[in-house]
């Protein structure tokens, strides 16, 4: 089994979706764990930055998690790939646990260091990790695949920072760092920085993909209608693009963890 963890719906589609394509081909077992996709916490008062967030998506503030995870599960339907979610709600819905205060409310703030008092930042405990393996009920047999973080999102380092907890506490599953994408767009020396930053001796693996695969990828990013104006004006030009990227690189790349 492939296990694919996933910051929000849509950054596994977008960074992995043709190498999931071509295992499901293969008759490969794929699962996606999105983990930020938990719901605001209770009495979260939508602020400036929520709203004009949730005014570019086109989803109403109530039920603008709802939403998203349906589009997770029609993007993994389009994979063939099942889909789980995660407790944690996206960063732009955390708040100080004492003040109740959002603790990030602008692109600055959600592309930057992560917040001492994120209470997201327990992911990566060996608790945490042990409950996600037991849920899955996966063997040392089993491929794990993590976010490289390239972008700096705070949501992206989390994630990234519980595949640095898997390799710490269950060292003997294959463990993959993903590039992001759309981040990775900024070119390889950002990505070989975020390989810095992992501090762990890792090797790049390529995976080669055909058209259909391809086309399978553009099939599933396009399923997350609220998230195409992040990145594109239009869906049409998010396939040029995606299948441009991906021809110039050669596939989707990832950088696999050398055992110690």
């Known amino acids: 089994m492939h296990l694919y963890l996933s910051p929000h719906a849509d950054d596994v589609a977008l960074s992995c979706g043709a190498q999931i394509a071509t295992l499901i081909r293969n008759g490969e077992r794929v699962?996606?764990?999105?983990?930020?996709?938990?719901?605001?916490?209770?009495?979260?008062?939508?602020?400036?930055?929520?709203?004009?967030?949730?005014?570019?998506?086109?989803?109403?503030?109530?039920?603008?998690?709802?939403?998203?995870?349906?589009?997770?599960?029609?993007?993994?339907?389009?994979?063939?790939?099942?889909?789980?979610?995660?407790?944690?709600?996206?960063?732009?819905?955390?708040?100080?646990?004492?003040?109740?205060?959002?603790?990030?409310?602008?692109?600055?703030?959600?592309?930057?260091?992560?917040?001492?008092?994120?209470?997201?930042?327990?992911?990566?405990?060996?608790?945490?990790?042990?409950?996600i393996f037991g849920l899955f009920n996966l063997s040392s047999m089993d491929t794990i695949h993590v976010p490289l973080a390239v972008g700096n999102h705070v949501d992206h380092q989390l994630v990234r920072d519980m595949g640095k907890a898997i390799a710490q506490w269950r060292p003997n599953n294959p463990l993959y760092f993903y590039d992001d994408y759309p981040?990775?767009?900024?070119?390889?020396?950002?990505?070989?920085?975020?390989?810095?930053?992992?501090?762990?001796?890792?090797t790049r693996t390529?995976?080669?993909?055909?058209?259909?695969?391809?086309?399978?990828?553009?099939?599933?990013?396009?399923?997350?209608?609220?998230?195409?104006?992040?990145?594109w004006d239009s869906t049409a030009r998010m396939e040029r693009e995606i299948r441009a990227f991906v021809n110039q690189v050669g596939g989707e790349g990832e950088w696999r963890l050398i055992a110690s």
């Open 31 to 131: 699962v996606i764990f999105t983990v930020m996709a938990g719901d605001p916490p209770v009495g979260f008062t939508p602020n400036d930055y929520t709203r004009a967030l949730h005014e570019r998506w086109k989803l109403d503030d109530h039920t603008v998690t709802e939403a998203r995870r349906n589009e997770d599960l029609a993007a993994g339907k389009a994979l063939g790939a099942e889909v789980k979610f995660g407790p944690y709600p996206d960063c732009i819905y955390r708040v100080d646990p004492k003040s109740n205060t959002p603790l990030y409310n602008s692109d600055q703030a959600i592309f930057n260091t992560i917040h001492p008092y994120d209470p997201a930042k327990e992911a990566k405990r060996a608790a945490v990790i042990q409950v």
């Open 183 to 202: 981040y990775a767009l900024k070119g390889l020396t950002v990505i070989r920085q975020a390989v810095t930053d992992l501090e762990l001796d890792t």
């Open 206 to 231: 390529l995976h080669h993909v055909d058209d259909s695969a391809i086309g399978a990828k553009i099939k599933a990013v396009a399923c997350y209608q609220s998230q195409i104006s992040t990145f």
